[in-house]
């Protein structure tokens, strides 16, 4: 994975590299990829440890974001319609 500098101008950094063993990509993040990396790294190593009550862990790069509950009605509102 190419971030960074070269990743910014891939196109004549890359003809330059050669590896026998694994494929050459371009960080999407360009130049902030070790950024994003970083900061997720340490919001991960931040968090508290789970528990067997804690659900899993998703598998997208963002942190999951808590639903806030829908507030209930009462029986007055329902009648009325508000």
């Not at 590896?19 to 902030?32: F, I, P, T």
């Not at 994003?36 to 931040?46: E, I, K, P």
Request: proline fraction near 9%; aromatic fraction near 2%.
């Amino acid at each position: 994975m190419l971030g960074g500098g070269v990743s910014k101008d891939a196109a004549k950094w890359l003809p330059l590299l050669h590896l026998e063993r694994s494929e050459l990509a371009v960080a999407k993040l360009l130049n902030n990829a070790g950024i994003v990396g970083a900061a997720l790294y340490a919001a991960q190593a931040a968090a508290p440890p789970a528990t067997k009550a804690a659900k899993p862990a998703t598998s997208s790069a963002a942190p999951a974001v808590q639903q806030r509950a829908k507030p209930r009605r009462t029986p007055a509102a329902r009648k009325t319609g508000a």
